[in-house]
């Protein structure tokens, strides 16, 4: 399988170094607010990811990071009057709550940043026996004169990085690249105790204490949003290529492109964030997915609402479908094998997810058509729909097993019949609970979800 890498500017071929083991690390939220759509295609672009290397037979371990110290987490907390973790606890409890709901489900561990200090001062402490780092009257920094390779993931010459960045108001710093590892106690802040007296970590210095920990010196993909490439992913390689003297920190660098919202580059101070929450009130997670798999996960991409209604049809229809082959036995025939060969292949050459929505489709045709012909097909439409809710999460299934939904359906009916119509708003309001709409039509009921 081949994967374009940042850092060598090239697709190169996935290889791992410890047989189906692939170690996996992507930056996760700051939790200072709520998600918003781009956090939504970043991390379904590598839940999908994660679960098809899952589906071809490897074992990925997908740890993420939970950045719960930071200074707009401080920030919001002051203009709240609460404490930061208050804030952090609120926000990071609403990321799980999203990722779930987004069918965001192969992240294998959650690693907050303020269960990692004593890693984080371990690091600051090598770097400076090493060199790399100085202290100053607020903090201690790193120095990124010492590291000859910094700019290498950015493709960057620091002399030019270093006529372009903004005069610094922070006189203490020997440069201006410099960034700090650890910050000295302000007024009013949280700190912890380290050997530079109380204060708190950097924001680059987490990911590499985390990784470190769980995956020691190297690891093999190391992925996130396309923003974070500089400074954040070249302050990592920094940190953990100057501590280890042994690089490359990661074999592989995934980054995902920026997305707007109707052709306006989503920001704070354009107030144009759409939240995850909002989408997930008139939208499916698996129509959200769809949009995403729509979309190259490398490009700049554009978020417009006709085209969310659009992948809204496409996760209908696999459902529709899904529904009338549901109780099928699945079968792996030559259907099945052409049809999942047209939807795998491109997820091969740098998980072209468009490629595979266009076999999907045809995918769509076809069996729509089939189940109107015959029964035939029905157990090969049901393996390719099992396979293709494991891969992309995109299949919607019924919060209940679909019998006893019917099961449910024939009681309200003979309820209706009687008179009865106590119970049978009963049943409706039940299910409406468990994400079940009934719709009568006649003297038919048809349930949805
Ligand atoms: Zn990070």
């Known amino acids: 399988m081949q994967i374009f890498d940042t850092l060598s500017r090239d697709f190169k071929e ?10 996996v690390f992507v930056c996760g939220p700051t939790v200072y607010d709520k998600p918003h759509l781009g956090h939504a295609r970043t991390y379904i672009f590598f839940d999908i990811f994660i679960r098809y290397l899952r589906y071809k037979g490897l074992r990925p371990f997908y740890l993420m990071n939970i950045t719960d110290i930071d200074d707009k987490i401080i920030n919001r907390a002051n203009s709240e009057n609460v404490p930061y973790n208050e804030i952090s606890r609120r926000y990071s409890t609403e990321f799980f709550k999203i990722m779930k709901a987004l069918r965001n489900e192969s992240v294998n561990y959650y690693a907050f940043a303020t269960d990692f200090i004593n890693e984080i001062i371990s690091q600051i402490e090598r770097l400076m026996e090493k060199g790399y780092a ?30 372009g960045a903004r005069v610094e108001t922070n006189e203490n710093k020997k440069n201006p690249l410099d960034f700090a590892l650890w910050k000295k106690r302000k007024p009013n802040e949280p700190y912890w105790n380290s050997p530079w007296g109380e204060g708190r970590p950097g924001w680059h210095i987490e990911d590499t ?16 949003g396309i923003d974070l490439v500089f400074p954040h992913h070249e302050a990592e390689i920094a ?10 920190l990661v074999d592989y660098w995934v980054h995902t492109g920026h997305l707007s919202v109707e052709n306006v580059k989503m920001s704070k101070s354009l107030g144009n964030f759409i939240t995850v929450e909002e989408i997930l009130k008139s939208y499916w997670p698996e129509s959200v997915r769809l949009m995403f798999i729509g979309m190259n996960y490398r490009d700049t991409s554009n978020f417009i609402m006709d085209g969310l209604n659009g ?40 998980m072209n997810t468009p490629d595979s929505l266009v076999a999907i489709n045809d995918f769509i045709k076809w069996a729509s ?49 009687k008179g009865d119509y106590a119970t049978s708003d009963k049943i409706r309001s039940d299910l409406s609970k468990l994400g079940i709409k009934i719709e009568d039509r006649g003297n038919e009921s048809f349930a949805w979800w």
Not at 239 to 248: F, H, L, R, T, V
Not at 327 to 341: L, S
């Open 14 to 23: 996935l290889k791992t170094v410890n047989g189906k083991r692939l170690n």
């Open 134 to 163: 100085y202290e100053t009257s607020d903090g201690v920094y790193y120095s990124v004169e010492k590291f000859q390779d910094y700019g290498k993931l950015s493709h960057q010459d620091i002399t030019q990085l270093k006529a």
């Open 209 to 224: 204490a985390i990784t470190e920990r769980f995956f020691g010196y190297h690891y093999d993909l190391h992925g996130g």
């Open 239 to 248: 940190q953990m290529e100057a501590i280890s003297g042994k690089p490359p």
């Open 311 to 350: 992948s809204q049809t496409i996760a209908e229809k696999l459902t529709w479908i899904y529904r009338r082959v549901a109780d099928t036995e699945a079968q792996e025939k030559e259907n099945y094998d052409a049809f999942m060969k047209e939807i795998k292949e491109p997820l091969e050459k740098n």
């Open 369 to 417: 058509n089939e189940l109107n012909k015959t029964e035939g097909k029905n157990g090969e439409i049901k393996a390719i729909l099992d396979d293709l809710d494991s891969i992309f999460g995109i299949v919607r299934k019924a919060p209940i097993p679909e019998a006893i939904v019917n099961t449910i359906l024939e009681i309200r009916k003979s309820a209706r019949a």
